[in-house]
């Protein structure tokens, strides 16, 4: 088995960016699944190019993409993208749409076909903080994540996919003493640990894991 692992590079004035930080962290395997561990630029379309590039050479399994949510708690597993671009800030390369659909031919939301509550049961046994999340944003974050869906959908059946957000790390949130933060190392090990619950299950568990709003 092989899975797919994305990292965005830094962005909105950030010197590093934690996902990609703790992806690169990653061991080479996992659960006994091979673990394919790939830099894509936070930058509309170019981001999703270059994950197709990899779905094309490598042919994974399961393919996961890792982003950066300042103000998050924990490790998120996200449970759904929506089809529309609408970015507060530019890209990396100073793009800013504003209301876009993402694929005319999409559906208008994709769930994520990640067991993304064994997931976060996973991460709360062995101490990560972690939640499902119900919105990946509308900047690029979501625009992947949707991205990764609508391929499965259309070009790539049998594949499991989806997004997970992490927090700053401690670094990051010198000048943010609001904001909470995690450890690199407890990111990676977070992130370790719901690729082996994506390996482990094929179906995801039936436990509660919504909000009240």
């Not at 996992?30 to 270059?50: N, W, Y």
């Not at 482990?200 to 709003?213: F, Q």
Request: charged letters at 25%; hydrophobic letters at 40%.
């Amino acid at each position: 088995m092989k899975v797919l692992i994305t990292g965005f590079d830094p962005f909105g004035g950030e010197k590093i960016n934690p996902a990609l930080e703790a992806v690169n962290a990653l061991p080479d395997n996992i659960a006994g699944a091979e673990v394919i561990k790939i830099e894509i630029p936070t930058v509309f379309r170019k981001s999703l190019e270059r994950i197709e590039e990899n779905i094309i050479k490598y042919n994974p399994d399961i393919v996961i993409s890792v982003g950066q949510a300042g103000g998050r708690f924990g490790v998120t597993p996200e449970r759904v993208a929506i089809n529309i671009d609408d970015a507060r800030i530019e890209d990396n390369e100073k793009n800013q749409p504003l209301d876009i659909t993402i694929f005319e031919d999409g559906e208008n939301a994709y769930f994520s076909n990640l067991p993304i509550k064994a997931m976060v049961k996973e991460m709360k046994e062995n101490g990560i903080p972690s939640a499902v999340s119900n919105t990946a944003g509308t900047f690029v974050c979501n625009h992947v994540m949707y991205g990764i869906l609508y391929m499965i959908d259309k070009k790539y059946p049998g594949v499991k996919g989806g997004f997970i957000h992490v927090p700053y790390t401690p670094a990051q949130v010198i000048d943010k003493p609001e904001k909470p933060s995690m450890s690199v190392n407890d990111i990676a090990k977070g992130l370790e640990l719901c690729i082996k619950a994506a390996v482990e299950n094929n179906e995801d568990i039936k436990v509660i894991g919504g909000t009240i709003c």
